[in-house]
């Protein structure tokens, strides 16, 4: 079995970009929505919004979004390296490092 990408690269990659860390955990359509929305929201605000609020109150609802994403995405990496030490540990096999999907 393949091991799972590792949560802090998953937390890394959600961080980047939105939807990022759920295309890494496998579920393309959850980080596809959340990328959608969020930068339809951004969209929304910018346009909505006078030039005298700050880059972030003009951008509010979307960073918004994107912020629930990220432990989301965590949560679910994580669920997932869990569930693949718990099931090496059974097997009797060690985790290994396998370069940048490594098991700790």
Do not use: C
Not at 30 to 40: D, K, Y
Not at 63 to 69: D, E, G, N, R
Not at 76 to 88: C, D, F, G, P, V
Request: proline share 9%; charged share 15%; no cysteine.
């Amino acid at each position: 079995m393949r091991p799972p990408w590792h949560p802090y690269a998953v937390l890394l990659a959600s961080l980047l970009l939105p939807g990022a860390g759920h295309v890494l955990v496998g579920q393309p359509q959850r980080g596809l929505g959340f990328a959608f929305f969020a930068l339809l929201l951004m969209t929304f605000t910018w346009l909505t919004t006078t030039p005298d609020q700050s880059l972030v109150g003009r951008l509010a609802f979307g960073l918004f979004v994107w912020a629930l994403s990220v432990p989301d995405a965590y949560r679910i990496a994580r669920l997932n390296y869990e569930r693949w030490r718990q099931s090496n540990a059974e097997a009797g096999q060690p985790p290994r490092a396998t370069g940048k999907r490594y098991a700790a």
